[in-house]
């Protein structure tokens, strides 16, 4: 079955990090993702760009309403999502739990909806 690891966190706490920790940050996904792309779990994923750079879009009554930002202020953003092939829910939170964002913020693990 496939699931979206989807990596939530606070943007305003990585814009504070120094390089010695964003360094440290990225060796530990590139250690992360070599360890799920050996196991065969490993789909796909993307890091993305601050909420800042993100556009709403909504239709009501026909018409387009466009907006610059989020959807909603929150505490932790969307920062980015691997897609996984697990056997059940148990090896998907498995996986997630060796994400390195889950160690501040968290991972929503949720099952991808297949249409036959």
Do not use: W
């Not at 196991?39 to 556009?55: D, F, I, Q, R, Y």
């Amino acid at each position: 079955m496939r699931y979206a690891a989807l990596i939530y966190g606070n943007e305003a706490t990585s814009v504070n990090m120094t390089e010695a920790e964003q360094a440290e940050e990225y060796n530990a996904y590139v250690a992360f993702q070599q360890l799920v792309e050996k196991s065969g779990a490993l789909l796909g994923g993307e890091a993305l760009l601050p909420t800042s750079s993100a556009t709403t879009v909504r239709v009501r009554e026909g018409k387009s309403l466009i907006t610059d930002g989020p959807f909603a202020e929150t505490k932790e953003q969307l920062g980015g999502f691997y897609l996984l092939n697990c056997e059940n829910l148990d090896q998907a939170i498995e996986i997630a739990s060796k994400i390195p964002g889950a160690s501040k913020g968290s991972i929503e693990v949720r099952p991808i909806m297949e249409f036959n």
